[in-house]
């Protein structure tokens, strides 16, 4: 049995670290908030701020917990894209060998990083 006909899938969910101005935030592994932005028609269709804590949660547990943690967050949320100020060279190969593609050059407002990432990803 195939997909509802009315139902209308996203095209590209994208995942912004976000200050508490709505700015794109810093470091995605010391990123306090994230939100997931649902990319459709030029513009964006779902806008959800989820505090993750992974500024508090850097370098506790044992070695690889908070990368795995960070993936599990991408992973079950279908995010495609990531835009963030920076991540570490190991969190990066992580992100591309699951295909999804980083962009670290956008910078002021989140919703907006988010709609040009939708429209132009690059890694």
């Given at each position: 049995m195939g997909p509802e006909p009315n139902r209308e899938e996203p095209d590209v969910i994208v995942?912004?670290?976000?200050?508490?101005?709505?700015?794109?935030?810093?470091?995605?592994?010391?990123a306090q908030t994230v939100a997931l932005a649902d990319v459709r028609g030029g513009g964006v269709a779902e806008?959800?701020?989820?505090?993750?804590?992974w500024g508090d949660l850097h370098g506790t547990g044992p070695e690889g917990t908070h990368h795995a943690r960070i993936v599990r967050f991408l992973?079950?949320?279908?995010?495609q894209v990531?835009?963030?100020?920076?991540?570490?060279?190991?969190?990066?190969?992580?992100?591309?060998?699951?295909?999804?593609?980083?962009r670290t050059d956008l910078a002021g407002d989140a919703r907006a990083?988010?709609?040009?990432?939708?429209?132009?990803?690059?890694?």
């Open positions: 995942a912004v670290t976000v200050t508490p101005d709505g700015g794109v935030g810093g470091g995605l592994g010391r806008w959800t701020e989820i505090p993750v804590g992973r079950d949320h279908q995010v990531v835009v963030t100020s920076g991540l570490g060279a190991g969190m990066r190969q992580t992100l591309a060998k699951l295909g999804v593609d980083v990083a988010a709609m040009t990432a939708a429209e132009t990803p690059t890694s």
